[in-house]
């Protein structure tokens, strides 16, 4: 049992100025795996106000010195990286191999990541008379979702200490543990009192005392689109900025050519890794109408051969994160059947043998893209092929969403990739897998207004400042 009932405050633990817990349940085991606290605003006005003498002193700190606290927390999370991965597999059930693996890994590319780009990044530049600075923005709140925990919460808090900001960060109120893990790395590695502070606790309270707060200069929020829309909301009495990361309802090409068989596949088994709970995923797979009898096939097959079990086990897939969200898939996968989508493997209820713990079937379907199935983000193991007639179809389905986040090509001819991505109004594509930390990342559309990753995450905490009439010295 975990007991994480301190919140991270002025580089020190304190307790809540109200006491009030919750339990955490593990999905796999629907048991209670520990306790922890959730705040109040109160909580919040202290955090804030720890940020904000602290950017009196970290706003000013050189690149030096923040290079150096980049590389003493590289070390500690590096020490620690098995432990963070444990507490993802209990919060979310991630399976081991993935929680330890790619859940991890993507942490600490954010920290490679940061260190990188501080090495060389120009905080100041001449232009004719001009300079330009580019300043930290300030105290930051930062607001996570619970399904890549490191990720999202990594990809946020180092270009913003590399950046010279201080923040408050809020954790998802389901996998709390991970980022009370990452809360003792930067402490013991040395981050200043004040720059990095932590409360624990509901969205709605402390997400949005956050929102509103005076004294805080920018949101940056990764969750749902209804939620974003509500931070917006929130924040606009103070005019702060607010960076979203929003939902998905990525669509992936898969070109007519002789590799269509295992590109379907490879699909099909990317949908369900993580239990279909990522925001990037492909959960349109759009493919040559005129093949899919070999497409049936394929996809079959492959989501057949993703084992679901218990995360401790060596399985593909484990639970959803929670009954809520095994409940809302369960009502998607009926409305699927429901609008006459032809259901060829999964459905309904729990994979065999499996009765206690959130899973779900690796489930697919083929129907049109008017669909609800087609058009919401049901972030479960749930994909939806849809035909096309032609490149131009394909096209025109892919983009015809309200949302804009990710894209896939898979085929031969890279022109022919080159050529679709560049029509898809989505902010990132991917050409037969690949991958690469650097890569700016953010929706288009209702998929939000950010961009994060590398050097475009740095921007997102910093303002920008003209001095004119200052030419550059002789
Ligand atoms: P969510 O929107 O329910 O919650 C996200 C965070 O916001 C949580 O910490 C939550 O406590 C907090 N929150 C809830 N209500 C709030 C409020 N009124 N004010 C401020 N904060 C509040 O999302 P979730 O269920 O945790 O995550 C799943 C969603 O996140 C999916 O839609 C997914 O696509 C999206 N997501 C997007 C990206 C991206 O980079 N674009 C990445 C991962 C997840």
Not at 201 to 223: P, Y
Not at 366 to 384: A, C, H, K, Q, Y
């Amino acid at each position: 049992m975990r007991n994480y009932t301190q919140f991270y405050i002025d580089g020190r633990w304190v307790d809540p100025v109200t006491p009030n817990t919750a339990d955490v349940i593990n999905p796999a085991t629907e048991e209670v795996s520990g306790t922890i606290s959730l705040g109040s605003p109160a909580d919040v006005d202290a955090a804030v106000a720890a940020a904000r003498r602290a950017f009196a002193t970290y706003g000013e700190s050189s690149v030096k010195e923040r290079l150096d606290l980049l590389e003493a927390i590289q070390a500690e999370y590096l020490r620690r990286e098995t432990e963070l991965g444990e507490a993802i597999m209990e919060e979310m059930g991630a399976p081991r191999g993935l929680a330890c693996g790619f859940h991890t890994l993507l942490g600490k590319g954010h920290l490679g990541t940061a260190i990188e780009v501080l090495r060389d990044f120009k905080f100041e530049e001449q232009r004719g008379v001009t300079v330009i600075r580019k300043e930290p923005i300030g105290v930051c709140g930062l607001i996570t979702p619970w399904n890549w925990p490191m990720n999202q919460t990594c990809v946020k808090i180092f270009p913003a200490l590399a950046a010279g900001c201080t923040m408050i960060l809020k954790p998802p109120q389901l996998a709390p543990y991970s980022a009370q893990i990452l809360a003792e790395i930067l402490h013991d590695a040395g981050v200043p009192a004040g720059v990095f502070n932590m409360v624990q606790g509901q969205g709605s309270v402390i997400g949005a005392a956050l929102s509103k707060h005076e004294d805080v200069d920018m949101i940056s929020f990764t969750g749902s689109e209804q939620v974003g829309v509500q931070i917006q909301k929130d924040a606009a009495d103070t005019v702060k900025r607010v960076g979203l990361e929003l939902g998905g309802k990525s669509a992936w090409i898969v070109l007519d050519d002789a590799s269509l068989a295992a590109n379907v596949a490879s699909a099909t088994a990317g949908m369900m890794g993580n239990s279909g709970q990522t925001c990037s995923a492909g959960s349109r797979l759009l493919v040559p109408a005129a093949r899919l009898d070999e497409v049936r096939k394929a996809a079959a097959e492959a989501a057949g051969g993703v084992t679901v079990g218990n995360p401790q086990g060596e399985v593909a897939m484990g639970p959803v994160v929670s009954k809520s969200q095994y409940n809302i898939i369960q009502q998607y996968i009926e409305q699927g059947l429901a609008e006459g989508a032809e259901l060829i493997t999964g459905g309904l209820g729990r994979p065999d043998g499996l009765d206690k713990g959130w899973y779900v079937k690796p489930t697919v379907f083929v129907g049109t893209n008017d669909m609800v199935i087609s058009r919401e983000e049901i972030f479960g193991p749930v994909l939806v092929i849809i035909p096309y007639t032609d490149v131009d179809d394909a096209v025109r389905i892919a983009n015809d969403s309200n949302f804009g986040l990710g894209g896939y090509v898979s085929g031969e001819d890279l022109e022919a990739c080159r050529a679709i991505s560049r029509r898809l109004r989505t902010g990132a594509i991917w050409v037969n897998g690949g991958f690469d930390f650097h890569a700016p990342f953010g929706g288009y559309k209702r998929s939000g207004n950010g961009r994060e990753w590398g050097e475009h995450g740095f921007h997102e905490y910093l303002e920008v400042k003209s001095i004119i009439g200052l030419p550059a010295p002789a």
